[in-house]
């Protein structure tokens, strides 16, 4: 047994999990979005690392297909812990579909194509952009929940040194 031997994984999938990760997450952390680079890496990483095992652990009486359904409900919960709402809106669906679009790039690599993840990674990037630069740039995509605010909401930061000067 050798120390560089991981298998059933590969070092060519933890790559590709790694490479996806980054790609997505850097999008989101550059936007300030709830997840980043780390979280997305780690998404895509967990459920390669879940669907590569059953390939190893599978026989007559297990089905390998489970563990994806598990995995897929499973990062459900995750991407619910990313939806909030502020001020009547729902706000962090995108960043919830993207750790859905993460766990099943971890799907695609763990059953054996981890190149085809990273172009998948690619596409989604595409997507976010490429959606977010026609919204800002066509008033008629701007309507509803997509309607461009003058004041964004941010967060109320209760930092001990400004509790004092409100205090005093």
């Known amino acids: 047994m050798s120390v560089i031997d991981i298998s059933p994984l590969t070092w060519e ?15 989101r952390q ?31 009486m297990t089905d390998p297909s489970r563990v994806i359904g598990q995995v897929i409900t499973g990062i459900g919960f995750l991407g619910a812990g990313v939806i909030l709402a502020r001020h009547g809106a729902i706000i962090g669906v995108t960043s919830a579909s993207a750790i859905w679009v993460l766990a099943s790039i971890g799907v695609v690599i763990g059953v054996g194509f ?53 205090s005093e």
Request: proline share 4%; hydrophobic share 45%; with cysteine.
């Open 30 to 60: 550059l936007r300030g979005k709830p997840m980043g680079m780390r979280t997305s890496a780690l998404i895509c990483l967990g459920t390669y690392v879940f669907v590569a095992m059953t390939r190893h652990v599978s026989n007559q």
């Open 114 to 166: 981890p190149w085809l993840g990273v172009k998948l990674a690619v596409l989604t990037v595409a997507i976010l952009v490429g959606v977010s630069f026609f919204e800002h740039h066509f008033a008629f995509l701007q309507r509803g929940v997509h309607q461009k605010s003058e004041r964004k909401w941010q967060p109320t930061v209760n930092h001990p040194s400004r509790l004092r000067q409100d």
């Open 13 to 27: 999938g933890l790559l590709c999990c790694f490479l996806s990760g980054i790609i997505v997450g850097l999008e």
